[in-house]
């Protein structure tokens, strides 16, 4: 079933492509998205005022990238809950909320509970599932699938890209159901989203893999983002832990300064992902003076930005690139280097990276 591939989270890797191409197909009409499993349920996403992203584990970190391009297209206001953490206080939820459902196997008791719950508490309710058929969306109003195919390994990688495009789509979506979408580039976008990725694969995955290969003694790894840069650093750091057994952890770039910088001595690898200036000139003139903060404190400083941007060069020790795309697109892109990087780091390390120690693929149990 591996085909030729030495596992199964290397063929899912690459059939990152396929995953975000399957799943962006058929959804988008005469240059706006509609999303058929949608029609006639306009009334899910008028009037409200609220909408909660519940997830747990990576699933969380795509509903972090939801938050943003929920709030930029169809401008309601958006927050991601832990699923655990939601339903173990008294959130203020009702009628005029929708609380959206993110989970690959569709059967993560900590979502499907919190799902419920909101349910109970009259909320409305959508999920993004990867399994037909699955328990959440049963227990939803609404589901829209991300068609990633099976993921068999325990990290997920394929669906993570596949349930980001499904939140661009809905926030694109709600966006025009809602008419507060004006700027239709990032229609017009979504479909060279599977190149994009194509071409991540196809040139860094051989500097990525050596760059592992030469880290695998590392015990540390920080992971550096700003904006929606700041869930693509977790998600790196949970891949890094869950299958290299290496501590890792990510930092929105601003909190640095408050705290996390003190942790940066000689040697300690940095990755930070650099959103491309030409969104925010801004944004990126304060990530880049990160990048300068934790150099002059002797990081090893790997970063991820856009083909071209010249201004990280001067204060990186090594330079991944990935194409130029919008805002909200460039998490697909700069994830897939760091899921490539903690593969190769396991791998260097003789782990199973299919297989990691103490998870199991789907968390049934509170
Ligand atoms: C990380 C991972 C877990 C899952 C989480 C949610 O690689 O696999 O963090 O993302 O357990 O699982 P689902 O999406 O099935 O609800």
Known sequence: EKGGWSSFMAKEVAEQPEAVANTIRGRVRDGAVVIPELDGLDELFIGINRVIITACGTASYAALVGKYAIEQWARVAT???LAHEFRYRDPVIGDDTLVISISQSGETMDTLMAVKYARERGARTLSIC???GATIPRESDAVVYTHAGPEVAVASTKAFSAQITALLLLGLHMGRVRSTLTDTTAVEELSTLPEKIAQVL?????HVSQLAGWMADTRSVLFLGRHVGYPIALEGALKLKEISYIHAEGFAAGELKHGPIALIEPGQPVFVIVPSPRHSALIHSKVVSNIQEIRARGARVIVVA????AAV?????????IPLAGAMFEPVLAVVPLQIF????????????????NLAKSVTVE
Do not use: H
């Open 313 to 321: 060069l001067p204060f990186a020790d090594e330079v991944i690139r």
């Open 306 to 309: 856009e083909e071209g941007d």
């Open 79 to 81: 927050d991601v809950e």
């Open 342 to 357: 903690a593969m190769a780091l396991a791998t260097a390390k003789g782990l199973d990276v299919d297989q990691p120690r």
């Open 202 to 206: 196809a040139e860094e995955n051989e």
């Open 130 to 132: 990867n399994t037909q």
